[in-house]
């Protein structure tokens, strides 16, 4: 009951006193886009509307529908108490009352797992009543310290007082799911069996609706489970073989339905919007759509500007994107960097170094065991198996979200925070062995206390110094959501002669991301245009140079995108206003007919952070014949 209790109290504490829920009444995310996926499950429908009309920042046109592009768990998790409130009232249920049940539900399985690894490290000791009390004194000191470590987490506390958009939420959902799973890792490493372990890998499968990249962290999360078995020394390499097939077949199921839903709101699988959705950034929408210069970036250089991003940003560079000498070890080569959110520093370098040292020295420790065995029943105790389960997963996801972001074409403070669950993960190992040092030096207690103050202290300071560029939660009512969900937008008429002669034709459509990129009347275009047409057929631009500009190969910068389709250009010709560029049509059948994005680039990659290309846009034409008759609008 104090379990259930003190997890309650954690999370509606957590949020009140990040102002997630400022007064009675706003408690709901300004952010409409899980709202509106909740709304469109309630319809029986992945897609949030079938008009184009509804296509907003960041949103995504594809398989005939709007979609959101942050993934479908927090909507899953939100639907059974928005079919619970709507029996019984008009009115939806509190997002950030979900939330808190969120926080409540992961600080409860994680006291759980604390309690347990508590509860066998004492029953492994064994010995006198009075040594064994002293040494509880020690327990409990860690146990508090490791609730502390995880739960209050200075950056995890940062992004929930930052202005908490759908693109924080997502975060914060991610660790909060991340937290669950490092309470399986300790409930395993406690008592590993394959019921547990099987739950574990069905867990950690089902990540990747949340957010990408806990995937990465699933795949961690197995690795390290796999390693925790007993030691009967016959049937050990055929049991492993059975635990591995059995973790991998759960692990698909959750990855098995993120790749279904891709495919069926996406067009592909692997694909989870990002190179769909609209902005008004064109190198960002240049960079994920075709290439970009970092993706070439070398590997060293690469790594100094990962570990600075993590570790060494003090300034934000909001809106300057590509702002140079920004933090330490960045890299002059061009790359969209948002820094807007204070993460880590130095200090949690040192907490990971320590929690990953500590968890090889215990897996050598395992090895030594395990050659015990082969002359006896002896296994790690416990405490073993946890700094080593732990320390291995921060270890291996941490490797599997850096070579992500390696050479990733954008990044954020935000991107930053992914690493958090396996950040916690390494810092409590190291707080784990740390608790060891002092138990194997007499009780201990008074050691222990002294570092938990210190511990105490060192959150406070990263807490106090905790900032955010965007401002605090946008919060609001219902009454606010209710009138921006109630907004109804133009109808939207694509030209009936499959033709744009100008940028005021894409934006006379009511497709407001239509004509993104192209600047103006007189055809100035940015390094990335955004288009929508209807049944393609081909893609045949006609282009000049703008004033003083001068590029001898003409054109050869462009290309074009329908969907995720490149398109191949047949042929490029002199006009008498400049280069009338001819692109074949979609070759993919679902890119053929009906509503389609196109994505033109108009520069090298190595100019997308310039604000304009050099060349024009004059006309865009994507159909053989004109139709005889206008086509009705939608």
């Known amino acids: 009951m104090f379990q259930l209790y003190g997890a309650v109290v954690y999370g509606l504490g957590v949020v009140l006193a990040c102002g997630l829920i400022p007064e009675w009444g706003r408690w709901y995310s300004a952010s409409l886009a899980y709202r509106r996926q909740v709304e469109a499950l309630m319809r029986g429908s992945l897609s949030l509307s079938s008009d184009p009309a509804d296509l907003g920042m960041d949103l995504a046109w594809a398989q005939g529908g709007v979609h959101q592009v942050w993934g479908l768990g927090v909507p899953l998790w939100r639907l059974p108490f928005e079919a619970a409130a709507r029996l019984v009232s008009d009115r939806p249920f509190p997002d950030m009352l979900a939330f808190v049940v969120a926080l409540a539900v992961a600080a409860g399985l994680l006291f759980g797992a604390l309690e347990e690894a508590w509860r066998c490290g004492m029953a492994e000791e064994g010995g006198a009543s009075a040594a064994k009390n002293r040494r509880s004194w020690v327990y409990v000191l860690w146990l508090i310290g490791a609730g502390l470590v995880c739960l209050f987490l200075p950056p995890f506390l940062t992004l929930l007082q930052s202005r908490f958009a759908v693109y924080e939420e997502a975060v914060a959902y991610e660790y909060v799911y991340g937290i669950g799973l490092i309470a399986g890792l300790i409930r395993m490493a406690g008592r590993p069996t394959r019921r547990r372990f099987g739950l574990l890998c069905l867990a950690a499968g089902f990540g990747g609706l949340i957010r990408p990249t806990l995937v990465l962290h699933g795949f961690g999360v197995v690795a390290a489970g796999l390693t925790v078995s007993r030691y009967p020394r016959r049937e050990a390499g055929r049991r492993w073989v059975r635990m591995a097939v059995l973790g991998a077949a759960l692990f698909c199921v959750g990855n098995g339905m993120l790749y279904v839903t891709n495919l069926a709101r996406f067009g592909s699988g692997f694909e989870f919007g990002h190179r769909l959705n609209v902005r008004p950034q064109g190198g960002t929408v240049y960079a994920t759509r075709f290439d970009d210069p970092y993706a070439d970036e070398p590997l060293l250089s690469a790594a100094r500007e990962l570990f600075g991003l993590l570790f060494l940003t003090h300034d934000f560079n909001v809106p300057h994107f590509y702002q140079q000498r920004l933090f330490p070890g960045q890299s002059e080569t061009v790359r969209w960097r948002e820094v807007y959110l204070t993460t880590y520093d130095l200090s949690y370098a040192g907490w990971l170094a320590a929690g990953w040292l500590v968890a090889l020295g215990a897996g050598w420790r395992w090895l030594a065991a395990g050659v015990q065995a082969k002359r006896g029943d002896c296994e790690p105790p416990s405490w073993v198996r946890m700094v080593a389960v732990l320390g291995w997963y921060s270890m291996s996801t941490s490797v599997l979200l850096a070579g992500f972001y390696l050479r990733n074409c954008v990044v954020s403070s935000r991107y930053s925070l992914d690493f958090m669950p396996c950040f916690a993960a390494g810092m409590l ?49 219902w009454s606010q959501v209710a009138r921006r969900m109630t907004w109804k937008p133009a109808k939207v008429c694509i030209p009936s002669g499959g033709a744009y002669e100008s940028c005021t034709d894409p934006q006379a459509t009511g497709i407001s991301a239509n004509g993104t990129g192209w600047l103006s009347p007189g055809g100035d275009v940015g390094p990335c245009v955004i288009l929508f047409v209807e049944d393609p057929e081909l893609l045949e631009l006609d282009v000049a140079l703008g004033p003083g500009a001068n590029v001898e190969e003409g054109p050869v910068a462009w290309r074009a995108k329908v969907g995720l389709e490149f398109l191949e250009r047949e042929r490029m010709e002199r006009t008498p206003e400049g280069w009338r560029l001819v692109f074949a049509g979609p070759h993919q059948k679902q890119y053929q007919r009906g509503l389609q994005p196109v994505f033109l680039a108009t520069v090298p990659k190595e100019q997308l952070a310039e604000p304009h290309s050099p060349w024009r846009l004059l006309r865009v034409r994507w159909r053989y014949e004109t139709p005889s008759t206008p086509r009705q609008a939608r």
């Open 429 to 477: 190992a190291a707080w784990t062995a740390w608790m060891l040092w002092w138990r194997k030096r007499g009780a201990g207690g008074g050691g222990m206390a002294v570092s938990l103050l210190v511990l105490l202290i060192w959150l406070h300071s990263e807490i106090g110094r905790g900032r955010a560029a965007y401002g605090s939660p946008d919060i609001v009512s």
